[in-house]
């Protein structure tokens, strides 16, 4: 077979991921928390809909948000995407008004049909990140004395996963996804002594573990509305963690080191329902999204974990134009909505953010390539000390390249 240009690209984005996402400033309080800022849903062409997914097909942009939508791909069509993320925001208490930002690639994803009629994915995505920057009253032991530390956090928990969907008949798809989760979460504590000494506690975890999940979407045609039922699961799987901690002077000389520390954090078995409705030029989907984290007994200092719930809806309405192929597709325009309910409760208030979206996905002349914007505007917690209300804007671009399968063939 002869690949043309996305395989390449695919390659260098993922070369390049680690050294992009590693450029960032600080952008939330609340990453500071569990295993970060984390990620219900994925940021695709689909964002300017509310980032709906589970009943919406991977046609012109690939969702990884239910893999039975991968069977819906074009046929011999080979599909790299890239998305690339950004946010703004804006942090209000009583004793905070600070900005902040980042700018990332949030995901890279492969598509192909190698086998009969199955669809295969191959991806990197994001699934949470760390980091912030703060500080922390400590009480030195033996003492009545308090010394403010800075405290400074990174990293975050990526998947890589290949998925393949295939349609049963004209009507049912389905689909599975095995992957790995990986990353680490990242820990620095600085604390100046009377004496002018800087004692650095400097905390790792490392997790890792495979994953897997599966899903299934049902068309329904009628003489004007086509339906598209869906729904996804993911059981629950036990992360390995491994832990390291050295206690360090100014010089980095280690004063103290504990390696080696095992243990397993348990990562919330996840399920999604969702309906779209598509007639003439316009198309519509909900969705909810579940994660279940109290089942984990997941907490931590000053938090603990519940269930996790996002709610969307988006409505998308599809322009077209005439080629010389005749009418295809052409400029599309979309807005939604997203409610989310965080896994973390902070004394005693769970974690909600609202948003509104736009967006819009202009394809190339011979609508084998799509390039997608979306963007988000909301708001996150509330602004009582020492909660902190998150004014944010999120914006990204999606880049979904197409190319052809083409087999060679020899002649006498």
Known sequence: MRYKQPILVFCLALSYCDVVTGQEDPNSIYSAYGIGDYRMRDQNAYMGMGNVGVAMPSTYSINEINPSSFAWLPKDNLKLE???GGLSSRYINENVNAAAGDFTISRVALSAQFIGAVRTIVGLRRLSQVQYYTTASRGIAGTETNTTNDVEGNGGLYQIYTGNAIRIGKNLAV???IGFIFGSINTKESMALNNGMTIVSDANKYYHQASL?????YQISGEKNKWIL???YEPQIKLNVEEEAKLLNQ???ILSEKNNAYGKFLFPQKFGVGISLSRNSFTGSIDMIGHLWSATKYKGNHFTATDAYSFSAGIRHQFTRTTYWGQTPGISLHAGFNREQSYLVINNNQIVSNAATIGATFP????????SVGCKIGSRGI???PLIKENFF??????SLGGFLYKDKKYD
């Open 394 to 399: 999120e914006f990204n671009f999606n880049f």
């Open 251 to 253: 010089s980095d000389e």
């Open 82 to 84: 890239l998305t690339l």
């Open 175 to 177: 689909g599975a996804n």
């Open 213 to 217: 999940g599966g899903g299934v979407q």
């Open 230 to 232: 869906g729904a996804f």
């Open 364 to 371: 190339s002349k011979n609508n084998l390539n799509f390039y």
């Open 383 to 385: 602004a009582v000390y």
